[in-house]
């Protein structure tokens, strides 16, 4: 004889009988199956290690500093070296010419600003070229550093507007790290073609290892020899070797025989320590304004609208 239950006490009993096995007429729970509670942990997982992942790699930015890894550091004479730091991401939009960067330390509380010398285009990384001086706070901070360490860098900003064909002719006058602004302005120029701007350079050094960037200068002027002329000036003249450019600070014949007067569509753009400048073009103001046009350049006659100091 078969005991007969209601069919709900019947499909209970067969559930306690044979716990695990599935019957087509159970209902399934639609969420809390294995399959769905593992698909949603993973979602879980990406989304959080994406928001971690973006906290921890902010892009670089002129409102915050953001700490940047040095992945290289290359030293090019006794006192300077590139130092190569990497983008937490890529950064897609070319930099603005001629942009600088803000570079801090923490610990004093002070802030300076350096000028890239990595193509403007460049996604990834970001080369600072750094001179160390004997007492000086930020650059001695930033030669402690070592490859793996990072420094709290914010930008770009712009420094000088340079936009394609502003002038026919851009003369540069600049001293030691002076260049950096410089080397962007003829990096610029040189890779667009669309650009006839005709650059006429003079640079200033101790001596002649001091020449920062000078294979990268030689190349390009070797490139573009129509377009771009250069004129070393140094303290100490390399021994055992001749040496026919100029020799000592930049004089006014200098700039006269090198760099188009100022009756021409000219622009001169000045670069160095502060007493080079005050000797080129007259000193920059107190609030660090352009300050009246003296100096050499003044002196020649160049006036307020064709000089503009870095
Ligand atoms: C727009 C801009 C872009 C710049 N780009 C670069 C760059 O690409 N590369 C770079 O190396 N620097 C660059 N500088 C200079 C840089 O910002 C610092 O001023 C430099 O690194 C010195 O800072 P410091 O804290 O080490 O020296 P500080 O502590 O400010 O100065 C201490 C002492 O260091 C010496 N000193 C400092 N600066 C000079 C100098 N220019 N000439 C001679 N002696 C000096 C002096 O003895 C001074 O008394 C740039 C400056 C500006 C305004």
């Not at 959080?48 to 930015?61: A, C, V």
């Not at 006429?200 to 020449?211: F, G, P, R, S, T």
């Amino acid at each position: 004889m078969f005991t007969r239950y209601p069919l709900s006490v019947h499909y209970h009993r067969v559930l306690l009988q044979n716990p695990t096995r599935n019957y087509a007429t159970r209902v399934e729970p639609t969420f809390l199956n294995w399959k769905n509670i593992a698909l949603g942990g993973g979602i879980f997982t990406v989304l959080l290690y994406t928001y971690l992942g973006t906290l921890q790699r902010k892009t670089i930015s002129p409102e915050e500093f953001v700490p940047l890894t040095i992945t290289q550091i290359s030293p090019v004479n006794h006192n300077t070296s590139v130092f190569r730091l990497k983008f937490p991401t890529s950064f897609e939009e070319p930099l603005p010419t001629v942009s600088c960067f803000h570079i801090k330390d923490d610990l004093i509380q002070i802030m300076r600003e350096y000028t890239p010398v990595s193509p403007s285009n460049e996604k990834h990384h970001i080369d600072f070229l750094i001179k160390r001086y004997d007492h000086g706070h930020m650059s001695r901070y930033i030669h402690s550093k070592k490859e793996g360490e990072t420094l709290e860098v914010r930008g770009p900003f712009v420094s000088f507007p340079y936009t394609t064909n502003m002038k026919t002719h851009v003369g540069m006058i600049c001293g030691g790290t002076g260049i950096t602004p410089m080397y962007q302005i003829i990096d610029h120029i040189c890779r667009n073609s669309v650009d006839k701007t005709k650059i006429y350079l003079i640079y200033a050094n101790v001596a002649k290892q001091d020449i920062l960037l000078f294979q990268e200068l030689e190349q390009l002027s070797r490139e573009h020899p129509d377009q771009l002329h250069i004129y070393y000036t140094l303290e100490k003249l390399p021994e055992g070797e001749s040496w026919t450019q100029g020799i000592g600070y930049v004089t006014k014949e200098m700039v006269k025989n090198n760099i188009p007067g100022p009756q021409q569509d000219v622009l001169l753009l000045v670069c160095g320590p502060d007493e080079m400048v005050k000797h080129v073009s007259g000193e920059k103001a107190r609030d660090l304004s352009q300050g009246p046009i003296g100096g050499l350049l003044g002196n020649i006659g160049y006036t307020q609208d064709q000089v503009f100091k870095f």
